[in-house]
């Protein structure tokens, strides 16, 4: 079992460009996150799904866009991207969305933009 | 406005004990989480505390005390591997996790 796994695990992109980063889990959880971590930063939210079908924004939505047609994958898509969007990306996933439901990371994606 | 904060480093000697605390003030409390994260790693769940009082999971334990907007946990005899980043986070009246910055543990000879 791979838990979470997310593609590319780096990449460097030229302002401007379209870019999706690739997140599938197969422990069959109902809720799915991206989020951002910057250096001195926490973790923030970017979007979420509570359950296939449905997706939400969380704290800083803007220049990103996320879709999920099914339980396993929930792709990240930066339609032009601009430098202030290079972080290291994370992927994670929950069972549910109650308190007790731990979320559970992906490797995460290193991204630049240059 | 939400937020948590912890200490952004802190050092310690293998084999002694450390605590790393974490006050928040966030709008509405669905439970605190601590993660570790190695460098360039992902975060890996730890433990998770609703009700006052403290968890003990084998060498880590976390307290919360939820009228004074405080956790901490403890790490005891600490190993080389426990160098690591130790990241806080508060579930609010969302069910959305908020994160502190994470605090470095550098663990010395």
């Known amino acids: 079992i791979a838990g979470i796994t997310q593609a590319p695990t780096s990449q460097i992109l030229a302002a401007g460009r379209r870019m999706t980063l690739r997140c599938t889990q197969d422990?069959?959880?109902?809720?799915m996150y991206w989020y951002r971590q910057d250096l001195g930063l926490g973790l923030r939210l970017i979007h979420y799904?509570?359950?296939?079908?449905?997706?939400g924004k969380g704290e800083v939505p803007d220049g990103y866009s996320v879709s999920r047609a099914n339980t396993d994958d929930f792709p990240l898509t930066l339609a032009s991207a601009v430098p202030s969007q290079t972080s290291v990306y994370f992927c994670a996933s929950s069972a549910g969305t109650s308190g007790t439901d731990t979320q559970y990371f992906g490797p995460g994606t290193r991204l630049t933009v240059l | 406005g939400q937020n948590i904060d912890q200490p952004t480093e802190m050092t310690a000697t293998e084999g002694a004990i450390v605590q790393i605390n974490c006050t928040y003030q966030t709008s509405g409390f669905n439970g605190l989480f601590w993660y570790q994260q190695h460098a360039g790693e992902a975060p890996t769940f730890l433990s998770y505390n609703v009700l006052d009082g403290l968890e003990e999971k084998g060498r880590f334990s976390s307290f919360l005390s939820r009228s004074k907007g405080y956790s901490y946990l403890l790490l005891k005899e600490l190993q080389m591997k426990d160098s690591a980043s130790y990241l806080c986070a508060v579930m609010d009246s969302n069910y959305q996790l908020i994160w502190g910055a994470g605090t470095k543990l550098i663990i010395k000879p």
């Open positions: 799904s509570n359950t296939a079908g449905t997706t």
């Open positions: 422990m069959r959880h109902n809720a």
